[in-house]
């Protein structure tokens, strides 16, 4: 109630760009005349409006040269999209995604939001970031001859069993979007619950074994960094 709010976002963007942020697509199309000043040097450029229907913590969006690769509607629209310097990686998710948004919704309760974008994309780092309504799924650049270590040991990469990123980033619209936190000290509510969230999906997925080696893995992390003391999230 105190922080949550709904809001309409309008987005103006190059051609070729796509815009996709919190909520229902509502209005697109392209600039043409205009009343707006500030708009007057966006002639031909590209705009989008998105509302929202359910409150939501934080407005995000991400603009992009984004391809819409295929969608589903189940109990509420999927859809995919890819940035066009990933087609080499294109990825099997609408499927897999239906069967987590299920499996959680049994769990925890219906789905948040309206909708749930997954966007591709390349990145630095390995994960993703999962704002209202919506999920950012990065990817690693490949250099040729290069190749890439596993952290088998790993207490949160657990990319060894296919579907892991992609399920903790949709657990996040259940922990951390729908419930959050009263401040940031209690961030790490969000990144446990949907840790142990997807865990809970890959033993259903995969079976006990790989449920109780992931267990160990994070067991032994925890034994060894214990003599460090607690953790501290500052003033």
Known sequence: ?????????RAVFPPGFNCISNGDLVEKGQIGMTERVEELEKIGHQYCTYKTRFPIKYISFIVGKFENRGQ?????PVVYYQASDTGYYHREWLEEAEKMIDFYSQAFGPFPYEKLYLVQRLWPQKGGHSPASFVIMNELPRFPGRSR?????????????????????????????????????DQWLSEGLAQFAALLYLQDKYGSKAYRQIIKNMSR???????????????
Do not use: N
Not at 72 to 76: G, M, V
Not at 221 to 235: C, D, Q, W, Y
């Open 1 to 9: 109630d105190d922080d949550y709010f709904q809001v309409e976002l």
């Open 72 to 76: 589903r509607q189940a109990k509420i």
């Open 149 to 185: 270590l596993l952290k088998i040991h790993s207490p949160v990469d657990l990319s060894r069993w296919k579907g892991y990123f992609l399920a903790h980033e949709i657990a996040h619209q259940w922990w951390g979007q729908a419930l959050s936190w009263d401040t940031y000290h």
């Open 221 to 235: 992390a925890v034994r060894e960094k214990a003599h460090i003391g607690p953790i501290t999230m500052g003033s």
